[in-house]
């Protein structure tokens, strides 16, 4: 079920906020994961860049 409708759906305040923090908790964790991908690997010096082409 889309988080969106769910908040749309639910009536009591405490549910609606629930759903809105577990929106942000996953949010910020995909947003850090996403943010920490390329880090465990070396640059690319320009002689391996230019093999990309």
Do not use: S
Not at 9 to 19: E, G, H, R, Y
Request: charged share 20%; hydrophobic share 55%.
């Amino acid at each position: 079920m889309n988080t969106t409708i769910a908040l749309l759906t639910l009536k009591a305040p405490a549910a609606q906020a629930l759903v809105l923090a577990v929106q942000i908790i996953v949010a910020a964790a995909l947003l850090a994961a996403e943010r920490n991908r390329g880090q465990d690997r070396p640059a690319l010096d320009h002689r391996q860049m230019a093999d990309l082409r």
